[in-house]
């Protein structure tokens, strides 16, 4: 009787893992949490708008606050549009721009620093002429008593919202120069009159009829 042998098939052997070598936990990358990066972005934020006052900041006159509480979106677009090129409105939080106003004469604003905000920026000596339109807004809205002026700085010098009509009052470029110059042919009690204006309003018609002087001279 023969004897048979039955093949058995031994199963392939699988080859073992590479070897991997892992880092600490202390040096392995860790992936940014959400928090973090919505901190990123609110710290680019502030600082982008701190860098738009300072900015606004260069060549202003005058700047002044409105509280804007209560006013919506499309309130805040129609005062952009009415107010002339020289001027900016601005929404900003008071810290942010206390922050852009340290330690210059703007800091003077500080004390209407409180509430919901917006900003004026005045870039031109017509200050009236810039106060106007939202004036305009504030009768055709009926919101004088609740979206006032909080106060203003102009050359330094803090004005109260009591203390706006002097601001809205004061002399255009055109009439100080007429008053002068007219001051300046007439007798000299005309001119001691209008010497005891403002300085600044004083030397810009002087310089301005020096100018006038000077072109005369040329065509002569």
């Known amino acids: 009787m023969e004897t048979s042998f039955l093949r058995t098939t031994l199963p392939t052997a699988k080859p073992l893992p590479a070897f991997q070598t892992l880092a600490p936990a202390?040096?392995?990358p860790r992936p940014l949490r959400r928090s973090t990066i919505r901190a990123a972005i609110t710290r680019g934020r502030k600082e982008d708008t701190v860098a738009a006052v300072r900015e606004q900041l260069e060549g202003c006159y005058l700047l002044?606050?409105?509280?804007?509480?209560?006013?919506?979106?499309?309130?805040?677009q129609g005062i952009?549009?009415?107010l002339p090129e020289t001027c900016q409105l601005l929404v900003a939080k008071n810290t942010l721009v206390g922050k852009a106003i340290e330690g210059t004469p703007w800091e003077a604003l500080k004390p209407c620093?409180?509430?919901?905000?917006?900003?004026?920026?005045?870039?031109?000596?017509?200050?009236?002429?810039?106060?106007?339109?939202?004036?305009?807004?504030?009768?055709?809205?009926?919101?004088?008593?609740?979206?006032?002026?909080?106060?203003?700085?102009?050359e330094g010098k803090f004005y109260g919202p009591e203390d706006f009509k002097s601001l809205e009052?004061?002399?255009?470029?055109?009439?100080?120069?007429a008053k002068l110059l007219g001051a300046l042919q007439g007798p000299a009690t005309s001119l001691v009159t209008?010497?005891?204006a403002p300085a600044r309003d004083v030397v810009a018609v002087l310089s301005a009829y020096v100018r006038k002087l000077e072109q005369e001279a040329d065509t002569a």
């Open 26 to 28: 202390s040096l392995r």
């Open 64 to 76: 002044a606050g409105i509280r804007y509480e209560g006013l919506t979106v499309k309130q805040l």
């Open 80 to 82: 952009r549009d009415a």
């Open 113 to 154: 620093m409180k509430g919901m905000n917006a900003w004026l920026f005045v870039h031109t000596e017509e200050v009236p002429n810039a106060l106007k339109p939202y004036r305009a807004f504030q009768k055709e809205e009926r919101v004088e008593e609740t979206n006032d002026f909080v106060g203003a700085v102009f």
């Open 169 to 177: 009052t004061m002399p255009s470029r055109a009439e100080v120069y």
């Open 194 to 196: 209008t010497l005891q």
